[in-house]
């Protein structure tokens, strides 16, 4: 009985004070950080090797039916490690994971042969940070390269993880084999072998002559 005669003695404006300062926490409460990171792989343009990998126009696949790679070529590749979270991340770690017929020449961090992994560290990104890193690789040779298969496609793939969230991505780029071409001499003897080598005298030069006009 005394408290609620205590109660009733307490001034309305104190508690409609009390009432609205909770409103208002309720209110404009922060929300939780968002935690969310991004991995992007790009390949460059075979045709986009200036000596330097971030020189070279990057996109994100090649098809069969875009320009292609040889043998014993160079190929770079970029990655972009963004945190897209609110909050810091720190221990970010990055994955590259190397396909076979292509092996690594220059780089960040180390090479586990075992695995074929790459493994660098990204260190620490704020909020809304993002870094690039390069890679500069080398197609084995046409002997090495499977004998079944004139032109076919290989994907990289990238991973990138901390403590609290990770991505992945992977970028694909295609070789084509060099073809040889042999001419062999007829079995009736070496008399026709020079119109036939005449023969692809003229066709070289039709074929060079198109080229030139093609280019120009």
């Given at each position: ?16 004070f ?33 000596g ?10 090649l ?56 493994t ?36 990289n ?7 609290r ?10 070789v ?9 001499v ?14 692809e005298l ?15």
């Open positions: 009985m005394k408290f609620l005669a205590l109660l009733a003695a307490v001034p309305a404006t104190v508690v409609l009390f009432a609205s300062q909770k409103t208002v926490s309720a209110q404009y409460g922060q929300p939780p950080p968002s935690l969310s990171i991004v991995v992007e792989k790009a390949v460059g343009m075979p045709s986009s090797d200036k330097e990998a971030a020189a070279a126009t990057y996109v994100d696949n098809s069969p039916s875009d320009p292609r790679f040889r043998p014993d070529q160079t190929v770079y590749f970029r990655i972009k490690v963004k945190n897209t979270s609110t909050t810091f991340l720190n221990n970010i770690v990055v994955q590259d994971f190397v396909p076979f017929f292509i092996r690594p020449i220059d780089g960040p961090g180390s090479f586990n042969a075992a695995t074929r992994t790459i660098f560290p990204a260190g620490d990104l704020a909020a809304g940070e993002e870094k690039f890193y390069y890679l500069k690789m080398q197609l084995v040779s046409q002997n090495q390269l499977p004998a079944d298969k004139g032109l076919f496609c290989i994907i793939r990238v991973k990138v993880t901390n403590n969230v990770g991505d992945e991505d992977s970028a694909q780029f295609c084509e084999k060099e073809v040889v071409n042999l001419v062999r007829p079995s009736s003897g070496p008399d026709l072998a020079v119109p036939l080598f005449a023969g003229t066709a070289l030069g039709i074929g060079l002559y198109l080229k030139h006009k093609f280019t120009n």
